[in-house]
């Protein structure tokens, strides 16, 4: 049973370690933020710190 449990922590710290990232910029591009999983819940996406987003192409 623990050989099971050290597979599923393990497995949970790898798919939260490499979880869907990314970084977002502003339209006029001076300022930019990270995300963790999703930019809608991102902080700085929450306070609008950068204002606007860029057109993603």
């Given at each position: 049973m623990s050989k099971?449990?050290?597979i599923?922590?393990?497995g949970s710290v790898l798919a939260t370690l490499t979880a869907c990232t990314g970084?977002?910029?502003n339209?006029?591009?001076n300022c930019?933020?990270?995300y963790l999983l999703h930019p809608s819940i991102s902080i700085s996406k929450v306070i609008g710190g950068c204002g606007p987003v860029a057109d993603v192409k």
């Open positions: 099971l449990l050290k599923i922590v393990v970084r977002i910029e339209q006029k591009k930019s933020y990270d």
